[in-house]
Structure formats: C-alpha cells, structure tokens
C-alpha cells in the first residue's frame, strides 16, 4: 500500500502559475499526475519513470506543465504555467506499481495503482 497526499491547488487566474506536490509514503515508482475536469473523465497529464529521464506528458500540457520527483523528500512535483480555464478539475497523483527501472512512463489511467484523495486547481477568466 501506498499513501499519497497532494496540496498546492487552489483558485487561480489565467496565465497564471502553480505548484502541485504530492508526498508519498514511498517513489520508488512510477508516477503520474492527472486531472478530472467536472462532468468529464480522468486524464493523465504528465509522468515519470522510477529513474530520471523517462518524463512523459499529454499534448495539452506540453511546455506548460514540469513534472518531477525528489526520492529523498517522496515527493512528486507538479509545475504548472500559463494555466488556462480548461485546467481545471481535481487534480491526483499517483503510484504505478510493477515498472521496471529503465523502462518509460505511463499515462493510462487505468495502469495505476494508488491514488491520493486529489486537490481542487481552478482557473478563471
């Protein structure tokens, strides 16, 4: 088992910026940051390898959001810029259990494993 805890959402205007973290009990993973706008589905929007180099990130955030993970201080990382209204929704990290060192990263939702409770990004016009 896996605990997950996100913070750093809150109301924000466009163009503006944020940062996510998640502390886990454990990152030894692969992780991933993802994000359910109201009435829609999740999505994933950026994750990371077990090691460093395996970044990976859905179309919509590219070049706006900086993913990253500190093994020593477990936790996962989430920097967003230019944010726009349609970033909005609950946004989860989680874990992936079962990759391997040097393999890529994930953003299929259903490969993951754990999942913190989520914090709430909103922007506005």
């Known amino acids: 088992q896996v605990h997950l805890v996100e913070s750093g959402g809150g109301s924000m205007q466009a163009g503006g910026s944020l940062n996510l973290s998640c502390v886990a009990s454990?990152?030894?993973?692969?992780m991933g940051w993802f994000r359910q706008p109201p009435g829609k589905e999740r999505e994933g929007l950026a994750a990371v390898g077990i090691v460093p180099g395996y970044d990976r990130y859905v179309e919509s955030v590219k070049g706006r959001f900086t993913i990253s993970k500190d093994d020593a201080k477990k936790t996962l990382f989430l920097q967003m810029r230019s944010l726009k209204e349609e970033d909005t929704g609950m946004y989860y990290c989680?874990?992936?259990?079962?990759?391997?060192?040097?393999?890529?990263?994930?953003?299929?939702?259903?490969?993951?494993?754990?999942w913190g409770p989520g914090t709430q990004v909103t922007v506005s016009s």
């Open positions: 454990e990152t030894n993973y692969c």
């Open positions: 989680a874990v992936r259990q079962g990759c391997q060192t040097y393999s890529g990263a994930y953003l299929d939702v259903g490969s993951y494993h754990f």
